[in-house]
């Protein structure tokens, strides 16, 4: 069963945003030259991930997620909102892009345990190019690495979520995986290549309005903070701190939006119209 909807509700728009005002959303000081490096990316990403948390609300709040940068940036940027992986993702392609950075869009597939491998489009990642090296970049995927991942097949890289490494599958797809305990466990395999953001509007429908998206079964809102992670759902609110994990059980819808106010700045608001 297909959940597009597509007439006439997707523009990717070749929109020129304002960086400073984007800069400053994640903490970074405008008017700054940047050049391309891996430093300055690794900085661009953990400001954004640390600023603009990965939230599921307008799916449950009912707004319709719209493949329009020129929403993105409204939700984001000037509502100080957080968004999903096509919104923060596509979003944050245009700002390293219009800093200089050479990047893509490419199509993801998330695993479970349960499920294996999700389907094509399912997740949007983006692929950063420095010289001769290339790096899986994403802001969109809750609880995933927090710098930019080095594109070389085998190599273990290790930052402050855990450690990573990228492996070829035998069908010439890569997978990302992160180490649990003594083994490894699949991220997602994703491709190289270059997508537009209208291709990911047939799942994007089904993430918001399929009954059996994981999105559509209760709402998250998740950001990192400089030494954890802070976390609240329908059921509870978790606050990690270092090694230190503190749950906090949420008892009701006013509960729910009295803390989403007060740690993540965000109140239920009006569909944005542009």
């Not at 700054?32 to 609300?57: A, G, K």
Request: charged fraction near 25%.
């Amino acid at each position: 069963m297909s959940f597009y909807r597509g007439i006439g509700i997707i523009r990717y728009s070749a929109m020129e945003i304002d960086r400073d005002a984007y800069l400053s959303r994640i903490s970074v000081v405008p008017g700054v030259n940047f050049v391309p490096s891996r430093d300055s990316l690794e900085l661009l990403q953990i400001r954004h991930l640390e600023t603009v948390p990965f939230e599921n609300l307008d799916i449950h709040w009912k707004p319709p997620i719209i493949l329009d940068t020129n929403r993105f940036y409204e939700k984001i940027v000037v509502g100080k909102r957080g968004g999903f992986c096509y919104e923060l993702n596509g979003l944050f392609e245009m700002l390293l892009r219009s800093l200089g950075f050479g990047t893509r869009l490419v199509s993801a597939r998330p695993y479970s345990k349960e499920n294996g491998f999700g389907p094509e489009f399912d997740h949007a990642a983006i692929i950063v190019s420095l010289g001769d090296t290339e790096y899986l970049v994403d802001v969109g995927f809750g609880d995933f690495a927090a710098g930019p991942l080095k594109i070389a097949v085998g190599e273990e890289q290790t930052d402050r979520e855990g450690t990573f490494r990228i492996n070829e599958l035998e069908n010439g797809a890569l997978v990302v995986e992160k180490r649990r305990g003594d083994g490894w466990r699949p991220e997602y395999m994703f491709g190289m290549q270059g997508r537009n953001l209208a291709e990911f509007s047939e799942m994007c429908d089904f993430q918001q309005y399929s009954p059996d998206s994981h999105f559509t079964k209760g709402k998250i809102c998740s950001v990192l903070t400089t030494n954890g992670r802070k976390t609240l759902t329908d059921r509870s609110y978790i606050v990690t701190t270092n090694c230190d994990r503190v749950e906090t059980p949420v008892h009701s819808e006013a509960e729910f939006n009295e803390i989403l106010m007060r740690e993540f700045g965000i109140r239920q608001n009006e569909e944005i119209s542009i």
